[in-house]
């Protein structure tokens, strides 16, 4: 019996998982490329990274979109240039490699938190679970941040600014790639 070829692909991408798989590989690719649309603000450039982070597991969930991200450091310390500044095992001494290190765990929790949801999940809950990721991207950032200055560049910074400069100026743009991601999310995971 013949398969036609839309048959072959169907048969394909339902077996083997395809299909998921391709959204991993997209979404560590868009993570790579909004390293490179950024503002170049010290200590912490504004990057369009964490909004596919939030994307990823809105859309993806927690096993995929953790891997997503996973996939994206593994990539940038290998020496693949795809975070901000670079890449390379040598990028683990940047101040700012807290927060990509916390990129996979971001959206491990986010996917949690939206896995759990039994009906259709309102833009409110995504931006809730954007809101988790938030917290766990920019706690770890601004402790590597903080570690990292004081005692690998030998300079004297305060708590207060290394959160100020790590966290704070960075809430309004977060909020708005919360949203975005939310309501992208809203349209596009029920399809998924």
Do not use: C
């Amino acid at each position: 019996m013949k398969l036609m070829a839309a048959d072959v692909g169907e048969h394909i991408s339902t077996r083997s998982g395809s299909y998921p798989l391709l959204g991993v590989a997209l979404f560590a690719a868009l993570t790579s490329v909004g390293s490179y649309l950024r503002i170049p603000v010290p200590p912490v450039p504004f990057t369009l990274q964490t909004l596919f982070v939030y994307l990823s597991a809105d859309i993806l969930g927690s096993r995929r979109g953790s891997q997503s991200q996973l996939i994206f450091l593994v990539l940038g310390l290998m020496g693949v240039p795809v975070f901000a500044l670079g890449g390379g095992l040598g990028y683990v001494l940047q101040p700012t490699f807290g927060y990509l290190l916390a990129f996979p765990i971001a959206a491990w929790a986010i996917g949690r938190v939206l896995d759990r949801q039994q009906q259709a999940i309102r833009w409110r809950v995504f931006f809730a679970a954007n809101a988790v990721g938030f917290l766990i991207i920019f706690t770890i950032g601004v402790a590597y941040l903080y570690i990292n200055v004081n005692v690998i560049v030998h300079k004297s910074i305060s708590w207060a600014t290394a959160f100020w400069g790590g966290a704070v100026i960075f809430l309004p743009g977060e909020g708005i790639k919360m949203v975005v991601a939310a309501v992208l999310a809203r349209k596009i995971r029920p399809w998924m």
